[in-house]
């Protein structure tokens, strides 16, 4: 079963909810028990989270390599090539967290 804080928004997989949230220590009273739908859409989302966080980490790792090759700026073709990688991470990552917090705003968090 899984239950949410209504003060954070933090979720705690268990039968029954915990004595005080982990993430802003409010008491049990302040936790709710999810409905079956809901968990669901937590659980079957869990796995395309994490591998949107991952693209966002690899994105980001791009961006990073492009800089550094932007700043060794051997040639202009090379440094064109990296200021286009530079952008493509930049859109890369933010679809995936546009994603991200689609999944958030219909509960599949």
Same mark, same amino acid.
């Given at each position: ?21 982990? *993430?802003?220590?409010?008491? *049990? ?42 700043? +060794? ?9 990296? *200021? ?7 859109? +890369? ?17």
């Amino acid at each position: 079963m899984l239950w949410k804080c209504s003060v954070c928004g933090y979720l705690h997989e268990g039968n029954e909810a915990p004595d005080f949230c982990p *993430k802003c220590g409010s008491p *049990k009273e302040k936790f709710s028990a999810l409905s079956e739908e809901d968990a669901k859409k937590v659980y079957t989302s869990d796995r395309t989270n994490d591998i949107h966080m991952a693209i966002i980490g690899y994105a980001m790792e791009i961006f990073e390599l492009a800089q550094e090759g932007i700043e +060794i700026n051997l040639d202009p073709n090379c440094v064109d090539v990296f *200021k286009k990688a530079c952008n493509e991470a930049w859109v +890369i990552k933010q679809r995936s967290k546009a994603e991200l917090a689609g999944h958030m705003s219909k509960g599949k968090w």
